[in-house]
């Protein structure tokens, strides 16, 4: 079965640190392109960053840009992404997501097939 899973958020205070992991199996290698987005409360899901599926590429918008990094670790197929330095606004849930048809998904959401059910981070003031 294609699946993606991710865990690790939670309620943080302004100002602290979070990894989240999305974990793969079945098709969903996360040898593929993947890429995390989120989704804040009456908004767009936006990415947060995207990884090309040799790493050579990489997206970070320019909110999270050198707050967030997308690590992966492919022997144990799964996909992490360290946040530090998180404020309020940060308070989405965020989701993981592969691509088998693309080297370089981007920040389209309609270039990733496989998505993950989401977790919730919430960051406090």
């Known amino acids: 079965q294609d699946q993606l899973v991710e865990s690790g958020g939670e309620l943080v205070q302004a100002g602290g640190s979070l990894r989240l992991t999305c974990a793969a199996s079945?098709?969903?290698?996360?040898?593929?392109?993947v890429a995390w987005f989120r989704q804040a409360l009456g908004k767009e899901r936006e990415s947060v960053g995207a990884?090309?599926?040799?790493?050579?590429?990489?997206y970070y918008p320019d909110s999270v840009k050198g707050r967030f990094a997308i690590s992966r670790d492919n022997a144990k197929n799964t996909l992490y992404l360290q946040m530090s330095s998180l404020k309020p606004e940060d308070t989405a849930v965020y989701y993981c997501?592969?691509?088998?048809?693309?080297?370089?998904?981007?920040?389209?959401?309609?270039?990733?097939?496989?998505w993950g059910p989401g977790t919730q981070v919430t960051v406090s003031s």
């Open positions: 997501a592969a691509t088998l048809r693309y080297y370089y998904g981007g920040t389209y959401r309609d270039n990733y097939e496989f």
């Open positions: 990884i090309s599926r040799t790493g050579d590429t990489t």
């Open positions: 079945g098709r969903t290698s996360i040898g593929y392109a």
